[in-house]
């Protein structure tokens, strides 16, 4: 009887052994999430594209440790309740590493999922600081935060439009109104107050009103807190009724599908965005892959990248797929990336701050 059991055991550990072997163990399981479907479906699209090419070339040079990525993709639409769905469906997938989500909204409630999972999560495109600042070991960013673009975007609105009326618009998300109060409490702080601060309902088709309240006011200057569809209907809309006023936009609009909703409105239009990714010396290789396959990677599309890239460079680095000791490799190293070098501060924010303006000209938005 021993010996059967024993047999038994043996087999048992030879089969899990065999087992072991194949192919489908020898694979790390990580995923990307944001909009999907719904109307910020082309960041989706961005991120999706990323994360797709990054598992693509990193698996072309060996892995991770001598195993495959493998890519799961999660559709949040911008929803937090939907976020939490997501990311516990990646917990019972066995994932690992999570490069979203795009909305604060939805990274913020998702990464409390991601810590108490012991999933490793780095967002290429949530930039609303809550998102580190509440944060737990786990949280990262390849992209900047809100209170960097505010100060380089108020500081514009309080030197540069100084003697004109303002008004901030935002659309009372987590990043939306986040972005505008930054960007508004940096021109204040420089003595520049507002001369309108009110929501709009994103969704909405007609924002009539909103343009009746800015012209009543005698606004110049609008800065908008929110995203492209949104954004670009009422700067049309504003167009159609005759005001003209300069028009400032945050990071979200850096979509081909602004120009789409806003038409020959958006001609002019200001977008803050960090320095143009796709002239990084370091992503021209990567840019060629994607135009080869007619993709402009565009916006957040080499962040995503990016953030796939320094978990595969941080795990191999620790030699383990261990979360915990791969974020402390994170934090205290310089990982090269296809936006150069990427370093992070003790709550997993990157070091550096280039944001800059760009504006928006026969369909497309250049970097000034």
């Not at 590493?97 to 990274?107: E, K, P, Q, R, T």
């Not at 108020?154 to 100084?162: D, M």
């Not at 659309?171 to 930054?182: E, I, M, P, R, S």
Request: proline share 4%; glycine share 10%; aromatic share 10%.
């Amino acid at each position: 009887m021993t010996k059967r059991i024993l047999f038994a055991g043996a087999a048992a550990a030879a089969m899990g052994l065999a087992f072991a072997a194949t192919p489908a163990s020898a694979q790390i399981k990580i995923a990307t999430a944001g909009p999907i479907t719904g109307e910020y479906a082309t960041f989706g699209a961005q991120m999706k594209n990323g994360a797709e090419q990054a598992v693509a070339d990193i698996n072309a040079k060996g892995g991770v440790l001598g195993q495959k990525l493998v890519l799961e993709v999660g559709d949040d639409a911008c929803d937090p309740k939907q976020a939490v769905s997501v990311a516990n469906k990646f917990a019972g997938d066995g994932v690992k590493f999570v490069a979203g989500h795009f909305c604060s909204s939805s990274s913020i409630p998702a990464s409390k999922v991601y810590t108490e999972e012991g999933i490793l999560q780095i967002t290429p495109a949530s930039t609303n600081p809550k998102f580190t600042e509440e944060g737990s070991w786990n949280t990262f960013r390849t992209c900047g935060r809100d209170d960097q673009q505010g100060a380089m975007d108020g500081h514009t609105i309080a030197t540069k439009y100084k003697g004109m009326k303002v008004a901030y618009l935002h659309d009372n998300t987590t990043y939306g109104k986040g972005v505008a109060d930054l960007t508004m409490a940096a021109a204040n702080a420089e003595g520049k107050k507002e001369d309108l601060y009110m929501a709009y309902v994103p969704g909405e088709h007609d924002y009539t009103a909103i343009v009746s309240r800015l012209k009543e006011a005698g606004i110049q200057v609008v800065f908008f807190g929110g995203y492209h569809s949104e954004i670009g209907l009422i700067i049309r809309q504003a167009s159609e009724q005759g005001l003209k006023a300069v028009w400032l936009t945050p990071d979200s609009v850096t979509t081909k599908e602004f120009w789409q909703v806003a038409g020959p409105a958006a001609e002019g239009v200001f977008t803050s965005f960090p320095a143009e990714p796709r002239s990084h010396p370091e992503a021209a290789a990567t840019v060629a892959e994607f135009k080869a396959k007619g993709i402009d990677p565009e916006g957040y599309t080499l962040y995503t990248y990016a953030a796939v890239q320094v978990y595969a460079e941080a795990a191999t680095k620790a030699g383990t797929l261990d979360n915990k000791k791969i974020a402390e490799v994170i934090r205290a190293g310089t990982w090269p990336t296809v936006l150069g070098d990427i370093s992070y501060n003790a709550k997993g924010d990157i070091t550096k701050n280039d944001y800059v303006w760009y504006i928006w000209h026969d369909g497309d938005y250049k970097q000034m």
